[in-house]
């Protein structure tokens, strides 16, 4: 499973609005005061400190980065992977190679995991579909990718949160290869990349701020 967020975005227009509203207000009293040139560098001061707080709060959120992967038995509702709809009972789930970044702390190969039964591949949520190491993912959805008699690909989108971190959003991929009757072998994993958050909120400041520098210069 691929997991790739943007969480911190949503406070980008946040930021943009309270620079012009901060810049407003100086601008305004920049008519009537005698010293126009200070006025514009308290203006750039409290932009420059908006920006500062924005990205402190992006930088120390605990956002999951990392894989998690795993490998088990489950039972389909169909003997054929062509018309399988879903997982009836899962059996025998661990986590496997690899594993990687935040993860690591807290899962090893072989590490225990315990999967939702009844998992459809176009369902809407599931809460959560697996815990393993003191993580869970919540899933969002999932829709069949690829599906033949000989295999079977089903990707999802959905929230990785435990262990003290913030929630992360993230995607997911289960596949299904080979089985006997109703029980299939599978592989699955869960991965949280970084997606950039901090640097593209620090580019709209960066924006933000010219904004202000340049409406500051006209006047």
Same mark, same amino acid.
């Given at each position: 499973?691929?997991?790739?967020?943007?969480?911190g975005?949503?406070?980008a227009?946040?930021?943009?609005?309270?620079?012009h509203?901060?810049?407003?207000?100086?601008?305004?009293?920049s008519?009537?005061?005698?010293?126009?040139?200070?006025?514009r560098?308290?203006?750039?001061?409290?932009?420059?400190v908006?920006?500062?707080l924005a990205?402190?709060?992006?930088?120390?959120a605990?956002?999951?980065?990392?894989?998690?992967?795993f490998?088990?038995?489950?039972?389909?509702d169909?003997?054929?992977l062509?018309?399988t709809t879903?997982?009836?009972?899962?059996?025998?789930?661990?986590?496997?190679?690899?594993?990687t970044?935040?993860?690591?702390?807290?899962?090893?190969?072989?590490?225990?995991?315990?999967?939702t039964?009844?998992?459809?591949?176009?369902?809407?949520?599931?809460?959560?579909?697996?815990?393993?190491?003191?993580?869970?993912f919540?899933?969002?959805?999932?829709a069949?990718?690829?599906?033949?008699?000989?295999?079977?690909?089903?990707?999802?989108?959905?929230?990785v949160?435990?262990?003290? @971190?913030d929630?992360?959003f993230?995607?997911?991929? @289960?596949?299904?290869?080979?089985?006997?009757?109703?029980a @299939?072998?599978?592989?699955?994993?869960?991965?949280?990349?970084?997606g950039?958050?901090?640097?593209?909120?620090?580019g709209f400041?960066?924006?933000?701020?010219?904004?202000?520098?340049?409406?500051?210069?006209?006047?």
């Amino acid at each position: 499973m691929l997991f790739s967020g943007f969480p911190g975005m949503a406070f980008a227009p946040v930021l943009t609005k309270a620079i012009h509203l901060q810049l407003g207000e100086s601008l305004t009293e920049s008519k009537t005061t005698t010293t126009p040139v200070k006025t514009r560098s308290y203006s750039m001061l409290s932009a420059s400190v908006l920006i500062a707080l924005a990205l402190s709060s992006a930088a120390n959120a605990a956002f999951i980065s990392g894989l998690i992967s795993f490998d088990g038995h489950a039972t389909l509702d169909n003997t054929n992977l062509a018309l399988t709809t879903k997982v009836v009972t899962w059996s025998g789930v661990e986590a496997g190679p690899p594993i990687t970044g935040d993860f690591v702390a807290f899962v090893s190969d072989h590490t225990p995991a315990v999967f939702t039964d009844g998992w459809v591949f176009t369902s809407g949520s599931l809460t959560p579909l697996w815990t393993c190491g003191g993580f869970s993912f919540d899933l969002v959805s999932s829709a069949v990718q690829y599906q033949t008699s000989q295999s079977l690909v089903v990707n999802g989108t959905g929230t990785v949160r435990g262990n003290g @971190f913030d929630p992360t959003f993230g995607t997911w991929d @289960f596949s299904s290869q080979t089985g006997s009757g109703t029980a @299939f072998r599978f592989s699955a994993s869960s991965a949280v990349p970084d997606g950039g958050t901090t640097m593209a909120l620090f580019g709209f400041s960066l924006l933000g701020l010219y904004g202000v520098r340049r409406k500051i210069g006209t006047r």
